[in-house]
């Protein structure tokens, strides 16, 4: 499965991924009412992007992520939080602890599960009036946008899967259908919260991101390494080896029913 493919850049996904907008991250904090007493399950916590800061908050938290070395490389990187534990499973066979948790949070990951199996796990998982956390980040215009314009030649030439014509959307092409949450007999109270950020990337940094998606890790490796070659040149030639990426973040938020 192409979910798997994350594990064997473990390292790459750690230093290249970029980290949650802070406003995201307090906004979570204070739909969840984070603290010390909180009990939160992070599902396919990566390395930690969204795990270092919520563990911040001094709360007990509890990842289970499907890789082997991801794990190894988010508790490395949650040393410092005694209160953390990562463990290596696969969410939808993870058995649940008898003690039910406040906040089941899912980041960038979401789209991997069955929906509806992910919803009435987590129900499973939280306390009456728990929280369902899941965020989401999408590519969209903007930033240098001449570049993610000129790059689709690239993939088109590399990548027979790439639509042809293919634009960035925007952030309201973009937005998540929150229907599936509110027509969900597990969770009422469904909220959203958008965000967005841009990072700039030299060209080393920007190829980095770029081997860390599910999609290019999967690819031959002669079409990888032409469409590598493709987009540091057009980088490097039209660019002055510099692009901006803007991204956009929504947190979408759901009350467990008590039922």
């Given at each position: 499965?192409?979910?798997?493919t994350?594990?064997g850049?473990?390292e790459?996904?750690?230093?290249a991924r ?14 969840a009412d ?26 007990r ?35 649940l602890?008898?003690?039910p948790f ?10 991997w599960f069955?929906?509806?199996?992910f919803m ?8 009456p ?6 965020v989401?980040?999408h ?49 009422d109270?469904v909220?959203?919260?958008c ?28 079409a990888r ?8 040149e057009l ?25």
């Amino acid at each position: 499965m192409l979910r798997d493919t994350f594990d064997g850049a473990a390292e790459r996904y750690d230093r290249a991924r970029p980290r949650y907008p802070r406003p995201l991250v307090a906004e979570l904090a204070r739909v969840a009412d984070l603290g010390p007493d909180s009990r939160v399950l992070e599902v396919a916590p990566g390395t930690g992007q969204l795990t270092v800061p919520l563990a911040e908050f001094g709360c007990r938290l509890t990842g289970v992520e499907l890789g082997p070395s991801l794990a190894a490389v988010a508790r490395r990187n949650l040393s410092a939080f005694p209160r953390v534990t990562v463990e290596v499973a696969d969410f939808e066979r993870w058995e649940l602890p008898d003690e039910p948790f406040d906040l089941v949070v899912v980041a960038t990951a979401f789209h991997w599960f069955d929906s509806r199996d992910f919803m009435a796990k987590a129900a499973s998982a939280l306390r009456p009036g728990g929280r369902l956390a899941v965020v989401t980040t999408h590519h969209v215009a903007g930033g240098t946008q001449e570049f993610f314009d000129r790059m689709q030649r690239c993939y088109e030439r590399w990548d027979p899967a790439t639509l042809p014509g293919f634009r960035s959307p925007t952030e309201d092409e973009s937005a998540t259908d929150t229907g599936e949450f509110e027509r969900s007999e597990h969770f009422d109270d469904v909220t959203v919260w958008c965000g967005a950020q841009e990072i700039t990337y030299t060209t080393d940094e920007y190829l980095d991101v770029v081997l860390t998606y599910s999609g290019h890790l999967a690819m031959e490796e002669p079409a990888r390494q032409g469409l590598l070659a493709c987009l540091r040149e057009l980088l490097e030639t039209r660019h002055g080896g510099r692009v901006t990426k803007r991204y956009f973040h929504e947190l979408i938020t759901a009350t467990r029913a008590a039922t």
